[in-house]
């Protein structure tokens, strides 16, 4: 099916029949009349999938938007920002089901309809008592441009809104799909300290559009890495209502394929800013594992390569110390074979066959200086690869996580 994807502004109100609005509680003391509880809705009736951070320890509002998701319509998402509520023991889940069921009440709808979602510092109770009366107010301040008050509302050490939304032409159907999202540190592959929310107009099968999801974020947001931390918060939250009209898409509909690289743009893109603004990042860094024997092997060497705090710290400094990125990918476990790696920085070879090459040093410093570059690494043991967004380790990382 010929299809084109064009990115217009609009965020996760671009999708028709989604309004968006936040407001202050004060939650953080250090809020400063920031807006800090925000609300996404449907205004007909939607389905739902998500992704959740896979840490063990999982936070209260994520247990509930879990049991919630199994309800077959969804019309809500709610957030907080400035506390997880998470390790809050039973006081912590009561917590995040009164939250929808306050939603409900103030939206006339049904509590499973609802999915929560909260950002911040772990083991404090959320405040209820300033959040009751301010949910009560949110179906007013309901906006059908009202991407970028949620945006605003959801970051924490964020130091930009993220947002990003495309309008789909396939064939004779056209149909948005628009995202937000959240996260600067503790952000880790398989999900991160980061939150998305997202929307389309398309009418979808509850199942089918999970199996989207799926795909999407594991070529995006299970691809992105700031410090090796994972949160207990994560979460991706996908709704669509089915506004664009036209047929349900199920398994084997021709607008799937369209759908699918949309969605897988809108992630990737919002993954990126995430990285971009990862907490004291001076460097961007794509890693690439190619000539893999297997996926896991790829996999496994990217990742120990974009986690390695003696190479973050060493692009950090502008030093393409390559010898740190070849003990990496020794110690990740995949099947190598030294005398077979080379490392390239931005196309120039720093290792070859295993050994320095013969590119200058000062060459490859250049490439390191640069805010974005990109490490290839090629085991030349097959065909398969992996790619993950990384960045340096600063300073001011370390000042920033001294304390909260």
């Given at each position: ?262 969605l897988n743009q809108v ?116 065909t398969a690869q992996y790619m ?17």
């Amino acid at each position: 099916m010929e299809s084109a994807i064009v990115e217009i502004k609009g965020g996760v109100t671009l999708s028709a029949g989604f309004r968006a609005g936040a407001i202050y509680c004060g939650i953080k003391r250090s809020n400063l009349d920031k807006p800090d509880l925000a609300i996404i809705v449907s205004d007909r009736p939607a389905v739902a999938a998500a992704a959740f951070t896979t840490n063990r320890i999982k936070a209260a509002p994520v247990k509930v938007s879990q049991a919630h998701l199994r309800a077959p319509e969804t019309r809500a998402f709610l957030v907080n920002s400035g506390n997880a509520n998470a390790c809050t023991g039973v006081q912590g889940i009561e917590n995040a089901k009164h939250m929808t069921r306050l939603t409900a009440k103030a939206l006339g709808l049904r509590e499973r309809q609802v999915l929560v979602c909260s950002t911040g510092r772990i083991g404090v109770q959320l405040p209820m008592e300033k959040m009751e009366p301010r949910i009560a107010e949110l179906p007013a301040l309901l906006k059908s441009d009202g991407s970028n008050f949620v945006a605003k509302a959801i970051m924490t050490s964020d130091t930009f809104e993220k947002e990003f939304s495309v309008r789909v032409t396939a064939g004779s159907r056209v149909f948005h799909l628009g995202g937000i999202a959240k996260g600067a540190g503790m952000i880790d592959p398989n999900m991160a300290t980061m939150l998305a929310f997202l929307t389309t107009d398309l009418p979808f099968e509850k199942k089918e559009l999970q199996r989207c999801l799926g795909i999407a974020v594991e070529k995006s947001f299970n691809r992105i890495t700031v410090d090796g931390d994972m949160s207990t918060n994560d979460t991706v939250l996908l709704m669509a209502n089915g506004a664009a009209g036209g047929a349900v898409v199920r398994a084997g509909d021709p607008v799937l394929g369209p759908f699918q690289e949309a969605l897988n743009q809108v992630t990737r893109n919002l993954a990126r800013m995430i990285v971009e603004d990862g907490e004291g990042v001076t460097k961007f860094v794509e890693v690439q594992v190619i000539g893999a024997a297997t996926y896991q092997d790829a996999r496994k060497a990217a990742e120990a390569i974009a986690n390695s705090t003696l190479v973050k710290c060493a692009w950090n400094g502008g030093d393409p110390n390559w010898g740190r990125i070849v003990d990496a990918v020794g110690y990740s476990t995949s099947k190598v074979r030294e005398e077979l790696i080379d490392v390239y920085y931005d196309g120039l070879i720093a290792v070859q066959n295993g050994m320095a090459s013969n590119t200058p040093v000062e060459e490859l410093k250049k490439a390191v200086a640069n805010d974005r570059f990109t490490v290839t690494v090629n085991l030349h043991l097959g065909t398969a690869q992996y790619m993950v967004y990384t960045t340096d380790l600063s300073p001011e990382y370390v000042d920033l996580n001294r304390s909260e």
